[in-house]
DNA sequence: CTGAAAGCGCTTACAG
DNA sequence: CTGAAAGCGCTTACAG
């Protein structure tokens, strides 16, 4: 079954073969005939003719496609929370609506930045939707490839042609947790981070929650975990138990649930004794035997504004916010 | 910064562009001088060559992608587990190793069957992976395309060229539930699962379950939900509770800690009065309050077979199954 | 207003 | 052993 080319279509039709394309990709062209217009689009129809993309591709030196580049330590992360999965249905939907295919990319640790350039290279990519922390020499590299990229849930700031960025309002995450940790009568607070560096997420929303704490004239005291999972929150349940606080802000909700659960099991009474609030909302937060109090964002969202993004050269260099909101539960 | 093309090699080298073509695409080519081998290649690397995938797809009528087609329900079921997510990330390394990129397509209520034929049509795909319970009308529509696709965790059968099926031992599974149940003492056994078809993959662990359940004499009480999500099982709980059973299998993980969870606020206890079991084993089964007892079932490596069966022409109109085991945690 | 022709960058018979 | 040439299916100046 060979496939139905502009050529049978412009043999049958008695036309060119640019007249063909003419009518088949300027819908309100008018230098033809309404007819000849008509008789065309009925032939391409009964033909079943659909546009060979690697053809156009290549003449146009545009493959319509963007790649969602996913950095290796998601893999481990997704077991977590169907969190990145929202993301990508969000930067799915918004691409489709305009007309682009997005290609999934999970980097392997094994992967060299060289690889990976060529790759995308080879591609002719329309645009590059890079989720969380990246090798910067990967940014750069990319960024060599003169095509658009958008950042996403990445602190770095390059100030660059190309660059975009979409953040959360972490830090202002950050304050409304500490502020409403504060409000129900919790005095002694913690946060619960992964390691924080300038150009993490969990920075920023550890800033926002100093800074509301120091404002209100309380202290807060630190807790670094390698990672914010479920088992990490669990474990340390015990040491923050002993710590004498009576709070804790967790920087993502799975790290949550997991002191919760862990300091329930060693018979705290939460949210009487002890406040928890998470970051994220993810479904499980509310879907739990005790639902948690947490800072909502739209993940969702984000995927679309970065596909969005793409196509503006306003936003070079800048950073689009998405903002959250505290959603009460029952765990303060 | 415009692309370097075999050409400019060719030029550089003092060769034809087949000749680079040819040292470039066949790795141990033999009629060509090493010396001349070499230098190609030196000049290829020094000048940042890479192959435009888009003119190699036109020639060879082969794109070198694959796509994943996510039916519409798939976007309300992602928030109840990264289940999917692991698939797609056991499709993508798999593909990788083989060269191959992947698209992601979460298909939309509002697309319709040549809508998406359409699209699959102009991309030239090398194989179609997809995921769950679609429109047969779409199946028998893309394989009209004349390329490979695979069919995971979905039981229509059709015995056709380049039709191949990925499922998991649904039936074995429900068997190893209910003996399970069984062994641990419970007598009055229920199944909670989603409503039952033929062609669904509840309709087959219930199968198994059943079996069992009448073999070893007992009769086994039947609960069917919308769907098999969380706030369902919670739902569920209290005619689950007045039923009079001490035991059920959950057609899903998720369901089943919903369901716990909702008996276990109604002053149930479990495991000591009731016994709860559910199928798939997400991270989540055995990172809870109360980790659940399970059917485990190897997601990635679905995903992988997936990708390998498309090649196989052996396996048309064939199901492979992947194998499940009992993983016994807190819950029986 | 319409179409012949060049060209996108590659692969692959085929001729020398 | 090597390369000129055709051709994949499209778009787009440009000429008539």
Chains 1, 2 share one sequence.
């Not at 969005?308 to 950073?319: I, R, Y």
């Amino acid at each position: 079954m060979k496939r139905t080319t502009l050529k049978d279509i412009a043999i049958r039709a008695g036309v060119s073969i640019t007249t063909v394309s003419n009518v088949l990709n300027k819908k309100n062209i008018t230098s033809y005939s309404e007819d000849k217009k008509q008789e065309i689009l009925r032939i391409a129809e009964e033909l079943n003719y659909e546009t060979n993309l690697a053809a156009k591709a290549l003449v146009t030196q545009q493959s319509n496609m963007i790649v969602v580049l996913l950095p290796p330590y998601m893999l481990g992360w997704i077991q977590e929370s169907p969190f990145y999965f929202y993301l990508i249905s969000g930067i799915e939907n918004k691409a489709n609506t305009m007309g682009l295919d997005v290609i999934i990319k999970f980097i392997k640790f094994s992967e060299t930045v060289e690889e990976l350039l060529a790759w995308a290279k080879s591609r002719c990519l329309h645009g590059i939707v890079v989720v969380g922390e990246i090798n910067k020499s990967l940014i750069l590299g990319l960024n060599k490839l003169d095509i658009p990229i958008a950042l996403v849930d990445n602190y770095t700031q390059f100030k660059l042609k190309n660059i975009h960025y979409i953040n959360t309002m972490d830090e202002y995450g950050g304050m409304l947790a500490a502020r409403h940790l504060m409000e129900q009568g919790y005095k002694r607070l913690c946060i619960l981070t992964s390691n924080i560096t300038e150009e993490k997420v969990d920075y920023h929303r550890y800033q926002g929650f100093k800074k509301a704490i120091r404002q209100a004239g309380y202290e807060e005291s630190l807790v670094i975990v390698n990672t914010t999972t479920y088992q990490e929150g669990y474990d340390i349940s015990y040491e923050v138990k002993t710590m004498g606080v009576d709070g804790a802000f967790c920087t993502s909700d799975i790290l949550a649930i997991g002191l919760m659960d862990g300091l329930t099991n060693l018979g705290v009474k939460i949210p009487e004794d002890f406040g928890v609030i998470g970051f994220d909302n993810i479904s499980r937060s509310k879907e739990n035997w005790l639902p948690l109090t947490t800072i909502n964002q739209d993940v969702i969202k984000k995927g679309e504004l970065a596909v969005d993004t793409l196509n503006n050269e306003q936003s070079w260099g800048s950073q689009v916010k998405v903002s959250v909101n505290l959603i009460k539960r029952q765990t303060t």
